[in-house]
């Protein structure tokens, strides 16, 4: 768990906590160059409360390139 992570989970209700959880791992992150996917939450990020679909500059965990990586929600 990143740090981000610890610190929303220490400071929001617990509800609320398991919520942003959740709805973080619904989302994942897609490489353009190798398919590779991750949720939003494996990768140590938050996606709460959030609508749409965007890209995003990053270095794959499997290629290790540094490309753009779709985020959408999974369903």
Not at 33 to 46: A, D, L, M, P, T
Not at 47 to 52: F, H, N, Q, Y
Request: proline share 1%; charged share 30%; net charge positive.
């Amino acid at each position: 768990m990143s740090g981000i992570q610890k610190f929303f989970k220490k400071i929001l209700p617990v509800n609320w906590a398991e919520s942003m959880e959740k709805e973080s791992s619904e989302w994942n992150f897609r490489c353009s160059e190798c398919g590779f996917e991750r949720s939003v939450w494996e990768s140590g990020g938050i996606r709460w409360k959030a609508t749409g679909e965007t890209k995003t500059k990053a270095n794959c965990a499997s290629c290790e390139k540094n490309t753009w990586h779709k985020i959408y929600r999974k369903n």
